[in-house]
């Protein structure tokens, strides 16, 4: 499988591995928004710089939040303690990726579900997986073989996936700029991690083509081995930090204890670049994509109509749930029409969302406060087609929806931008009756787009 593989366990004893699940087809994608979604990226990408320095614009997203959200607003605090302190890292650096869904009630068009700004995961074996898909057009006849029931699959609909490699790069950029030679990239992970493969590729990447070294620490360990020293420069094992890159610390459970909330502290203060730092996490957050949404708010972020135009062209429909006259609104017509909405809490990961009946059962259980950590969406009601779908040997064709995303790497100090790129992309294909959408969950397989 040549890399495309996962851990079977989370023990970190294990070394099992097995393939990791994948669509036997490249999946059919419109080659129009595709290339739509990939230039629309760059877009995104100094977007999220923008609001990510304005502390107004944060402070009155987590004032709406109105302390609903445990999690967002212990990241907040960490924001709030660093922010303004002497002699700060001038480099930011985001890694980031925006998901689309094709809407049929709008004209088949793409509708983004969310962006993602910390831990984007899978660009390694994205990569993988676009290269399998070539292998099986180039090595066998088994897409084009003579049958009326499929389409023939050839190279040039098949588009190069620079997921892995753009990635890496972007890392060793970010290396560069912190202008140490013996300093080391560090990898920032959960413990027992089964994605191990995906972010090995990575490391490999920057030793072979950049020369730097990396070390992988949980926070745990990071909060026993990790000291600022002189400027705030980080040390682990008496090796310099350069560049702290979070493949964790997007979900509550990767902090069981207060040691791993004082790892993430000590990283925040700490003079190596962060990726993502507290204020680019928390822009990543599901209620500034709903506040985006909303008349007037992305026009204080984006001057150019053109690319005003682009950006909120793929907005869906995303409302409040608090207590103003449009959550009030939202609240009661997902009541009403629950099958027609996805309700959102303010996290990262698959199989947090509600879907169907759910979605009224979960607001009638909630006070009037808790609503505030949520944010309504329209369903995307995306068209299905037949994959054959391959987890643990196992193959099953069924009906299946894809979802494209598009990963996206931007490096500024201020407002001097060193890098703000598209960078390959991701296909996740499930099943149609399927609501959530991770690999690593069990959700879905990975994929690539065919062009048509």
Request: aromatic residues 10%; neutral net charge; charged residues 25%.
């Amino acid at each position: 499988m040549n890399g495309l593989v996962m851990k079977t366990s989370k023990d970190d004893e294990s070394t099992e591995l097995v393939h990791a699940p994948f669509a036997l087809y490249p999946s059919p994608f419109p080659k129009d928004l595709y290339e739509r979604a990939k230039q629309i990226q760059p877009l995104f990408n100094h977007l999220v710089h923008q609001m990510a320095q304005d502390k107004q614009f944060l402070e009155s997203v987590m004032n709406e939040l109105d302390g609903s959200d445990e999690f967002t607003q212990k990241v907040y605090k960490i924001y709030q303690q660093t922010i303004d302190l002497p002699k700060q890292q001038p480099v930011w650096f985001g890694i980031h990726r925006s998901d689309y869904l094709i809407d049929k009630a709008h004209d088949y068009d793409i509708k983004q579900v969310e962006l993602n700004t910390i831990s984007a995961s899978f660009m390694s074996l994205s990569s993988k997986i676009s290269d399998l898909h070539k292998f099986l057009s180039k090595r066998t006849n088994f897409y084009n073989e003579l049958s009326p029931e499929s389409m023939d699959i050839h190279l040039d609909a098949l588009p190069e996936n620079i997921s892995g490699y753009g990635i890496a790069k972007s890392i060793a950029r970010a290396w560069k700029l912190y202008n140490a030679p013996k300093s080391l990239v560090l990898f920032i992970v959960q413990p027992g991690e089964r994605n191990i493969a995906d972010q090995r590729h990575i490391e490999r990447v920057l030793f072979d083509q950049f020369n730097i070294k990396c070390m992988r620490r949980t926070l745990g360990q990071i909060a026993e081995q990790a000291e600022l020293r002189q400027d705030r420069k980080m040390y682990i094992n008496n090796l310099e930090i350069a560049v702290s890159y979070y493949r964790s610390g997007y979900t509550p459970d990767d902090y069981p204890t207060q040691k791993e909330w004082d790892a993430r502290l000590l990283v925040e203060q700490s003079y190596s670049i962060k990726c993502p730092n507290a204020a680019y996490h928390l822009v990543g957050s599901k209620k500034v994509q709903q506040i985006l949404a909303m008349p007037n708010q992305l026009e204080r972020f984006v001057s150019d109509p053109a690319h005003l135009s682009k950006l909120r062209k793929c907005f869906t429909g995303l409302y409040p749930l608090d207590q103003t006259k449009e959550g009030i609104d939202a609240y009661n017509e997902a009541l009403k029409r629950p099958q027609d909405f996805v309700l959102k809490p303010q996290r990262e990961g698959g199989g947090n969302n509600f879907y169907g009946q759910d979605v009224a059962d979960k607001l009638k259980s909630m006070s009037v406060h808790d609503r505030n950590g949520y944010i309504l969406m329209d369903l995307i009601r995306t068209p299905f087609f037949k994959n054959t779908m391959v987890r643990n040997g196992k193959h099953f064709t069924v009906d299946v929806i894809s979802e494209l995303g598009i990963y996206g790497t931007f490096l500024a100090e201020g407002n001097l931008v060193h890098l703000n790129e598209e960078a390959g992309h991701l296909l996740r294909t499930k099943s149609s009756d399927s609501n959530e959408g991770g690999v690593a969950s069990g959700y879905a397989v990975l994929d690539s787009p065919l062009f048509v």
